[in-house]
């Protein structure tokens, strides 16, 4: 089970680091089992869809963790809203929650991409890989202004865990990031 789990953060992390799904069309009908969201489904593009789109290399490691959880005729999805991965059977209108285990934390670092942003979001990203496996932590940048607003952050980068602001305009060190994720928890 944990390998599984393993491999299930590994496609998460990689949908979120590589902007997946390209297409931005929502699945209504189907709900989040993780959120509850009904609204923010969408499906992930089969490896042979983004061949033009990412270097070998990535398609490779995509193409490899996708066939991990799929049979042909297969279908996979994530929520926009909590990123995690689901199983999809589109003709059914249900889906399946592909990862099999506690919650998963959300963490967010906010930032245009400058090199600050870009170095709180290495920290942040090492940090979480300090805990145990069985601690599961998503890292995604976010890079959306009117988000930046919505949240409060106004001096970039920002970091928020779980929905709330805990750092904003420092580069926070890898203790310092390890030390919020536990506050947190």
């Known amino acids: 089970m944990m390998e599984f789990n393993e ?13 997946l799904p390209k297409t931005d069309m929502a699945i209504f009908g189907i709900k989040c089992l993780y959120c509850g969201k009904s609204d923010r489904i969408r499906q992930l593009e ?6 033009d789109k990412m270097d070998p290399e990535d398609m490779k490691r995509y193409s490899d963790l996708w066939k991990r959880f799929t049979q042909a005729g297969d279908s996979l999805g994530v929520c926009k809203f909590c990123q995690n991965l689901l199983k999809l059977y589109l003709e059914k209108g249900m889906a399946e929650a ?5 919650e998963i934390m959300k963490v967010e670092v906010l930032g245009p991409g400058c090199k600050r942003c870009d170095d709180l979001y290495e920290n942040t ?9 069985s601690v599961d932590i ?34 926070l060190t890898v203790e310092e990031i390890k030390e919020k994720i536990k506050e947190s928890m």
């Open 138 to 171: 998503a890292v995604k940048k976010v890079k959306d202004i009117n988000y930046f607003a919505k949240m409060g952050v106004f001096m970039t980068p920002g970091l928020v865990i779980e929905g709330k602001v805990v750092s904003v305009g420092k580069v």
């Open 46 to 51: 089969i490896p042979d869809q983004l061949h």
């Open 125 to 133: 990203v090492s940090a979480a890989s300090e805990f145990d496996p």
């Open 98 to 102: 592909l990862y099999k285990g506690g």
């Open 7 to 19: 491999s299930v953060q590994k496609l998460r992390q990689f949908v979120i680091d590589h902007g």
